[in-house]
T-cell receptor
Framework: DSGVTQTPKHLITATGQRVTLRCSPRSGDLSVYWYQQSLDQGLQFLIHYYNGEERAKGNILERFSAQQFPDLHSELNLSSLELGDSALYFC???????????????FGAGSRLTVL | EDQVTQSPEALRLQEGESSSLNCSYTVSGLRGLFWYRQDPGKGPEFLFTLYSAGEEKEKERLKATLTKKESFLHITAPKPEDSATYLCAVQLRSNDYKLSFGAGTTVTVRA
């Protein structure tokens, strides 16, 4: 158990629907990162939140949005789902701040989304 | 643009047959280079962080090294339980700590 909790573990839905993925970071970690992993693309960075504020965006579609709440858990919202959105979605957390050293990301077990 | 390239894509080894995985990167301002292990259907598990050229780190049968443009993950006398996908990632010197991953090398070790 990495300490990063993701729910649900599996989700099957239809095209055009909307889903919400939830992530609870490790205790004490202020940063949450979302990644998408599909068979042909590898791990792609979506978005990073630090202590409730958006810190960086990757190739995140406009149909996707995220937020980090005061209790530091985060949600990734995926809307108008398409077949190509089927993937594993990972959340990672770290204690990053403005420290100069490299910062290790700890990953959760992922949420597997299947869009039919 | 591709910042991190891993080779080979797949590696099949006999138990005890040592080998190396390569990770080359084309970025400037490297904060750190990371190696993760990922088992099928699971999240990546942290192995090592390397900070500067010449640095080496070891863990059991794994040894990671770093040069100015690439990193190697050496697997010595592998066992079937070393079968996994090994991911390399870079973290840049910026105000953000995201990792940019390579596509990974899938290692299969046969008994």
């Amino acid at each position: 158990d990495s300490g990063v909790t993701q729910t649900p573990k599996h989700l099957i839905t239809a095209t055009g629907q909307r889903v919400t993925l939830r992530c609870s970071p490790r205790s004490g970690d202020l940063s949450v990162y979302w990644y998408q992993q599909s068979l042909d693309q590898g791990l792609q960075f979506l978005i990073h939140y630090y202590n409730g504020e958006e810190r960086a965006k990757g190739n995140i579609l406009e149909r996707f949005s995220a937020q980090q709440f005061p209790d530091l858990h985060s949600e990734l919202n995926l809307s108008s789902l398409e077949l190509g959105d089927s993937a594993l979605y990972f959340c990672a957390s770290s204690s990053s701040s403005t420290a100069s050293g490299a910062n290790v990301l700890t990953f959760g077990a992922g949420s597997r989304l299947t869009v039919l | 643009e591709d910042q991190v390239t891993q080779s080979p894509e797949a590696l099949r080894l006999q138990e005890g047959e040592s080998s190396s995985l390569n990770c080359s990167y084309t970025v400037s301002g490297l904060r750190g280079l990371f190696w993760y292990r990922q088992d099928p259907g699971k999240g990546p598990e942290f192995l090592f962080t390397l900070y500067s050229a010449g640095e080496e780190k070891e863990k059991e049968r794994l040894k990671a090294t770093l040069t100015k443009k690439e990193s190697f993950l050496h697997i010595t006398a592998p066992k079937p339980e070393d079968s996994a996908t090994y991911l390399c990632a870079v973290q840049l010197r910026s105000n953000d700590y995201k990792l940019s991953f390579g596509a990974g090398t899938t290692v299969t070790v046969r008994a």
